[in-house]
C-alpha cells in the first residue's frame, strides 16, 4: 500500500489522466474536476499534496488556496500554471502555496518537487509533533501562582517573549529561571527554531570556549574533525546562558563581540560566522557588585541587561505555596503511581512554616520525597521530610548568625547526617546546587 497520496485538481480530463499514470506508481492517487469536488475529498481522504490548475472555471486554483488555508492540517498545493498566469503563480506562492510548475509540465522536474514539498511537509510535521511532546512532558511549562512578584514576572515575560530582545534573568537558585527562560522562547517569534542551553559554570574556560564558538579541525589536541558550537547549533533560535556570572574574561570579550556584530570565529579559525540568535541570560550571582570587583565587564552586562527579570525567592511569595504544592502532588502522584488525594493541614502549616533557602525546587524536591515515602493516599507530617520537622533551636538574640543562619545551618547538617555524607544526593535534597553546599560546609564547618 502506497503510503502517500495526491489530490490532482484539473477541468481538463486529459492532464488529470496524464499526471494520473506519471504518479501513480509512487503515489495514491486522486483526481477532482474543479475546488468543489476538491474540498469534497480533502474532507473524506487522507491527502498528503495537492497538485492543482491555476485557471479553473466556478472556482479558481486561488480560491481553492483560500478555502485550503482555512483547514486543519498541512496541505501543500502545487500548482500547473500557463504562460499567462504566471504573475498569479508568484501571488499564490506568497498566500502558502509550497511551488508551481509552468505548462507544458515537465514531468521529471514534477517528480523532484513533489518529493522536496513532501520532505518538508514531514519535517515540519516532525517539529510540531516533537514541540507538542515537549509540551506534554513538561506541564510545568507555565507560571504557578498568583502573587503579586509572580504576576510581575508573568506579566514583563510574556510582554518581552513577543520580541527578540536579549533578557537577563536574576535570583536565587531555584526560584525558576530556566523554566521562565523556557516560557520567553515557547511564546517568542522564534520558538519554532532550537532552544540550546549551556552551563558556563559546568566547563573549564578553554573547554566552555569550543562549546560556545566550535572549533577548527587541528585547533587543538584532539580536535580531530570540525565542530560547530552552541551559538550555530542555536541559529535561528534561542541561546540560554546560565551561571553567566561564572564566564572567564577571555570569553566575556567574544561575547560582547557577538552582541554588538553577531558574529564570532571558531577556536582555531579565521573565518567570520554570522547567526540569527536570541540571547537569554540568567543568573544567582549580584553582577553590579562582580563589576565593581573586576571580574564582570560593565559593557557586557548593559548588553546582556537590555531587558532584566528579577525572580522572587518563595519565601517572598508563600501566598503560592499552596497552588505548588498541589501542582508538584499531582505531577508526582502520576509520576510515581501513588493515588495521593490530599494534604492535611498540619503537613501544609509545617510547609508555611519553613523558610525554603533553595526555593521552588526545594520545595519540589521535598513533595516528591514526600509522594514516596507516603503510606496511603494522604500527605501528613510523618511523610515530609526530616530536615523540616525538627525542633528549632534556640538562639540568643546577639546571635551574630541569626535565626535564618542557624536554621539554614542545622537544615543542611541534618541533611548530611540523613544523606550518610553524600553530597550530591544532600544538594537536590536541599535544592541548591553542589558548589552552593560546599561551600556552605566550609562556612560552618560542618561534619559529614
Not at 502520576?334 to 502549616?349: F, L, Q, S, V
Not at 545551618?409 to 535544592?431: E, H, S, W
Amino acid at each position: 500500500m502506497k503510503s502517500q497520496a495526491i489530490l490532482i485538481v484539473d477541468d481538463d480530463k486529459m492532464t488529470r489522466q496524464t499526471l494520473s499514470m506519471a504518479l501513480e506508481d509512487d503515489y495514491e492517487i486522486f483526481t477532482a474536476d474543479g475546488g468543489i469536488n476538491a474540498l469534497q475529498i480533502i474532507g473524506e481522504e487522507k491527502i498528503d499534496l495537492i497538485l492543482s490548475d491555476l485557471d479553473m472555471p466556478i472556482m479558481s486554483g486561488i480560491e481553492l488556496l483560500e478555502k485550503i488555508n482555512d483547514l486543519e492540517g498541512t496541505y501543500p498545493v502545487i500548482f500547473i500554471t500557463g504562460q499567462g498566469t504566471i504573475e498569479t503563480a508568484v501571488k499564490a506562492m506568497k498566500m502558502g502555496a509550497s511551488d508551481y510548475v509552468s505548462k507544458p509540465v515537465n514531468l521529471e522536474r514534477l517528480e523532484l518537487i513533489i518529493v522536496k514539498t513532501l520532505e518538508n511537509k514531514d519535517l515540519k510535521e516532525e517539529n510540531i509533533f516533537l514541540k507538542k511532546k515537549i509540551r506534554e512532558s513538561y506541564p510545568e511549562l507555565k507560571f504557578i501562582g498568583t502573587s503579586e512578584p509572580m504576576k510581575k514576572c508573568e506579566e514583563l515575560a510574556l510582554q518581552v517573549a513577543a520580541s527578540k530582545a536579549t533578557v537577563l534573568i536574576e535570583g536565587e537558585s531555584g526560584t525558576g529561571k530556566e523554566l521562565i527562560t523556557s516560557i520567553i522562547h515557547y511564546n517568542s517569534p522564534v520558538a519554532h527554531g532550537p532552544f540550546v542551553k549551556v552551563n558556563c559554570s559546568a566547563f573549564a574556560e578553554g573547554v566552555l570556549e569550543s562549546e560556545l564558538f566550535g572549533h577548527e579541525k587541528g585547533a587543538f589536541t584532539g580536535a580531530v574533525a570540525t565542530k560547530k558550537g552552541r551559538f550555530e547549533l542555536a541559529d535561528k533560535g534561542t541561546l540560554f546562558l546560565d551561571e553567566i556570572g561564572e564566564l572567564p574574561a577571555s570569553i566575556q570579550v567574544k561575547l560582547l563581540r557577538f552582541l554588538q556584530e553577531r558574529t564570532f570565529e571558531r577556536v582555531g579559525g579565521s573565518k567570520t560566522h554570522h547567526v540569527d540568535v536570541r540571547i537569554i541570560s540568567a543568573t544567582n550571582k549580584d553582577l553590579s557588585q562582580l563589576m565593581k570587583e573586576g571580574t564582570f565587564r560593565e559593557d557586557l552586562y548593559y548588553r546582556l541587561r537590555v531587558v532584566q527579570i528579577q525572580m522572587p525567592p518563595l519565601r517572598e511569595r508563600k501566598e503560592d505555596l499552596e497552588e505548588l504544592v498541589n501542582s508538584f502532588i499531582s505531577k508526582f502522584s502520576t509520576m510515581h503511581g501513588k493515588p495521593i488525594t490530599r494534604i492535611t493541614d498540619e503537613a501544609m502549616e509545617l510547609i508555611r512554616a519553613y523558610n525554603w533557602p533553595g526555593n521552588v525546587r526545594e520545595l519540589m524536591n521535598c513533595i516528591e520525597s514526600s509522594v514516596v515515602m507516603v503510606h496511603g493516599d494522604v500527605l501528613t507530617v510523618e511523610s515530609i521530610p526530616e530536615y523540616l520537622t525538627y525542633k528549632i533551636p534556640e538562639v540568643e538574640l546577639n546571635s551574630k548568625e541569626g535565626l535564618l543562619n542557624e536554621i539554614e545551618r542545622t537544615a543542611i547538617q541534618d541533611t548530611l547526617n540523613n544523606t550518610q555524607g553524600d553530597k550530591v544526593k544532600a544538594a537536590k535534597i536541599l535544592g541548591i546546587g553542589l558548589r552552593t553546599l560546599y561551600r556552605k560546609i566550609d562556612k560552618w564547618s560542618l561534619e559529614e
